[in-house]
């Protein structure tokens, strides 16, 4: 399965009596990196999760092209590659074996080779054979991508993927973002760090108390902007 777009249409999310999202209308297009900005709680992780599959709209609709996450099903969901808070990879198993265990999982071929490419991409080869609990938080985050971006996904959702990374890291991973919107992929980066994401980001959104609104382009850093922004809130 393959699409170019993915459309929210006034998707309204709430858990019980709280609203994490109100009447969000987004567009997100191939061949482009969303930077996703606002305060902790303002619903990021809730939009990404929407976008994922993981949570259903309380009310509103999610489009994928033509197609709903119900009737889109497992081809869709394929498609779909999410970096979380929880990174999902497994303390007890090595590098290598977490990058195996997931492409069985999405039935890849070629496996060997391609945890041995993913291996060397997160700049963890070295490390290939060592249990995950014994990896700084750093080569965790890398690994984490790394299974995130495995299956060549079409939709990749990153939260917060710059965490416990060095200069290094952080300007691979600038790197592999710019690479994967150079691929036609949809990008949406949900992140506190703004002057790091500013220069990949083709636009930047910002999420407060669950209501979504575009940063303009303009003078002045990205920082700058989302400041005025929060002024008028």
């Not at 309380?58 to 929880?86: E, K």
């Not at 999902?88 to 490419?117: H, I, K």
């Amino acid at each position: 399965m393959d699409f170019t777009t993915v459309n929210f249409t006034e998707v309204s999310r709430a858990f019980g009596r709280r609203r994490a999202l109100h009447r969000v209308s987004l567009r997100l297009n191939a061949g482009e990196i969303v930077a996703l900005l606002g305060p902790n709680g303002a619903g990021k992780s809730t939009l990404l999760g929407l976008a994922a599959t993981l949570l259903e709209p309380s009310s509103g609709a999610i489009r994928y092209d033509n197609h709903t996450a119900r009737t889109g099903g497992s081809g869709l969901r394929r498609c779909i590659g999410l970096l979380g808070h929880d990174l999902f990879v497994y303390p007890e198993l090595s590098a290598a074996e977490n990058l195996a265990f997931f492409a069985e999982l999405y039935a890849l071929d070629d496996v060997s080779a391609r945890v041995d490419a993913a291996l060397e991409r997160g700049a963890i080869a070295a490390r290939r054979d060592d249990p995950v609990s014994g990896l700084s938080r750093g080569m965790r985050q890398r690994l984490a991508l790394e299974r995130a971006l495995l299956h060549d996904p079409r939709l990749v959702l990153l939260d917060e993927p710059f965490t416990g990374l060095d200069d290094a890291s952080v300007g691979a991973l600038q790197g592999r973002l710019a690479a994967l919107r150079d691929d036609g992929r949809i990008v949406v980066v949900a992140t506190h760090d703004l002057e790091t994401i500013e220069p990949v980001a083709d636009r930047a959104l910002v999420l407060w108390n669950g209501r979504l609104e575009t940063i303009e382009r303009g003078t002045g850093s990205l920082r700058e902007r989302y400041r005025t922004v929060g002024a008028t809130r």
